[in-house]
C-alpha cells in the first residue's frame, strides 16, 4: 500500500512537471527560426488592461523593473501607469523612479516631513519634460495624493537639499557644532548641480563654477559627512542619517556626471555613464536593506534594467558594452531571486528599424495590439539555450535576450514624443 501511494505521488509529480512544462514553453521546433520558436511562447492579450499574466510572476519577487524603449515612449507610459495601479492591489505600494533625485523623492513621500514638502509639486520633482497630460496626470495625481510612496534613484539633485540636510542635522545637535556657511554652500551646490534644470534661485549667481568653488564646495560636504559619522557614532545609525550619506554618496557620483550629461560620445561618458548606473543600483539596494518589507516597482529605460547588457553589442564598431555594467546588472546580482525586469517593445513602423521578433509576435499573434513573453521558462530550455536573436528592444540588433531580459512586453503601435532632428 506504501509504494501504491508512493507511485501515484510520484506519478502525479512527474505529470505535474510536464503539463507545467507545456504550459509554460513550448517545445523547440527545429526547422524554424530562434525569433519564430521564441514567440510560440507568446501570450496575446486584446487590451491594455490585462496584466493577469503577472500573478505568478511576483508571488515571490519583491522588485518589477518596467522598462521602456525609449523616453516619452507615451504607449509604454500609459500601460505602465496601470500596471503600476495593478501591482498595487499585490502589495507593491511604492515606485522607484531613474531621473528622480534621491534624497527629495523620500522627504515627499515621508508623512514626517509632510508640512515641510507640501507644497512641492511631482512634476518639479521628476522632471518630465515635453509631457501630455492625458497619460501622466493618472500617476501624478496618485503621487500627489500621497497614494503611491516614490523613491529617487537618480544621482540628480535639486534646490532643497541643502536646507533639508541643515534641518535633520539640526535635530540632532546645536547649529554651532557644525560651522558651515551654509548660504555659500548652497549657492555653489545650485551652481555646480542644480541650475541646469532648475531656475528660481535669487542668491545663485549663474555662470561656471571655477576648480577653487568646487573644491570649497566639496570641503564643506566633506565636513557634513564627517559630522554624520560622528552623530551615528553617538546615537546610532537612524534612518536619517544614513540618508545623508547617502545622499552624499549620490552627490560624489553626480559630480562625474553632471558635465558629461546630454553628451553621446562613446570616449567621453563610459566612465561616467557606468557611475550613473552604478549608482541607481546602489540607491536600489538601499531602499532593500534598510526597508526589507518594502515591495517596488523601478521605472527607467530598459537600457538600464538589462540584467547583462554585454550578450548584445551596439554600436557594431564598438566594445562599449563590455565595458559597462547596468543598474539591473548590479541589482539582480545581489538579489536575483527578488527581481523581474521586464523589458517594453513595439513593432516599429519602419522596417528597417524593426526587429525579427517583433515581425513574429505580430504574426503569430494576429496582429495582436498588445502580448507578453516570459522569457524564465525558456532561458534554459533544449533548442532555446544560449542562442541569439533580432529584436529591437534596445534599438535594432541581435542579442542573447532571453538572458538580458526576465521578460518581453510588446506594443504594436507606439506612439511616442518626435524630438526634431538636429542643425
Not at 518630465?128 to 497614494?147: A, H, M, T
Not at 546610532?236 to 559630480?255: D, V
Not at 546588472?329 to 527578488?338: A, R, W
Request: aromatic share 14%; charged share 25%; hydrophobic share 35%.
Amino acid at each position: 500500500m506504501k509504494r501504491l501511494k508512493y507511485l501515484s505521488c510520484l506519478i502525479f509529480v512527474i505529470f505535474w512537471a510536464c503539463s507545467s512544462q507545456n504550459e509554460t514553453c513550448s517545445p523547440w521546433i527545429d526547422y524554424l527560426s530562434m525569433e519564430q520558436n521564441v514567440a510560440k511562447n507568446v501570450i496575446a492579450l486584446k487590451n491594455n488592461e490585462d496584466f493577469s499574466f503577472l500573478d505568478k510572476i511576483v508571488r515571490n519577487r519583491s522588485v518589477v523593473i518596467l522598462g521602456e524603449e525609449g523616453h516619452y515612449d507615451y504607449s509604454t507610459s500609459e500601460v505602465k501607469i496601470k500596471m503600476i495601479h495593478y501591482l498595487q492591489d499585490k502589495g507593491f505600494n511604492s515606485i522607484a523612479l531613474e531621473g528622480a533625485p534621491f534624497l527629495a523623492c523620500y522627504l515627499f513621500s515621508n508623512p514626517k516631513y509632510a508640512e515641510s514638502t507640501k507644497n512641492w509639486k511631482i512634476e518639479n520633482i521628476w522632471n518630465l519634460q515635453n509631457n501630455r497630460d492625458e497619460v501622466y496626470q493618472p500617476f501624478f495625481k496618485l503621487v500627489q495624493e500621497r497614494k503611491l510612496k516614490i523613491w529617487g534613484i537618480d544621482c540628480s539633485m535639486t534646490e532643497w537639499d541643502i536646507d533639508v540636510v541643515k534641518k535633520i542635522l539640526y535635530e540632532y545637535s546645536e547649529p554651532k557644532r557644525l560651522p558651515i556657511n551654509w548660504m555659500k554652500l548652497k549657492i555653489l551646490y545650485f551652481r555646480k548641480f542644480v541650475q541646469v534644470k532648475y531656475l528660481g534661485c535669487p542668491e545663485c549667481p549663474a555662470g561656471e563654477i571655477s576648480i577653487d568653488e568646487q573644491y570649497d564646495l566639496m570641503r564643506m560636504i566633506d565636513s557634513i559627512s564627517n559630522y554624520t559619522r560622528y552623530l551615528i557614532s553617538l546615537n546610532g545609525a537612524t534612518i536619517e542619517l544614513k540618508l545623508i550619506l547617502q545622499w552624499i554618496r549620490n552627490l560624489n557620483t553626480a559630480f562625474s556626471y553632471v558635465d558629461y550629461s546630454g553628451i553621446w560620445e562613446v570616449s567621453k561618458t563610459v566612465f561616467p555613464y557606468r557611475n550613473r548606473d552604478s549608482q541607481m543600483a546602489e540607491n536600489i539596494n538601499w531602499i532593500i536593506e534598510n526597508f526589507p518589507e518594502e515591495k517596488f516597482t523601478v521605472w527607467c529605460a530598459n537600457f538600464h534594467g538589462a540584467k547583462d547588457i554585454s550578450q548584445t553589442r551596439y554600436p557594431t564598431d564598438s566594445l562599449l558594452y563590455f565595458a559597462f555594467q547596468s543598474m539591473g546588472e548590479t541589482v539582480c546580482s545581489l538579489h536575483g531571486d527578488k527581481i523581474y525586469s521586464l523589458a517594453f517593445t513595439s513593432l516599429d513602423p519602419s522596417p528597417e528599424k524593426r526587429g525579427n521578433l517583433e515581425t513574429e509576435i505580430s504574426e503569430t499573434t494576429g496582429n495582436s495590439p498588445y502580448a507578453f513573453i516570459n522569457f524564465e521558462p525558456l532561458r534554459f530550455a533544449d533548442g532555446y539555450r544560449d542562442k541569439e536573436f533580432e529584436s529591437n528592444v534596445i534599438m535594432k540588433k541581435r542579442g542573447k535576450w532571453l538572458y538580458i531580459f526576465d521578460g518581453l512586453y510588446y506594443i504594436r503601435d507606439q506612439e511616442r514624443e518626435i524630438f526634431p532632428e538636429p542643425k
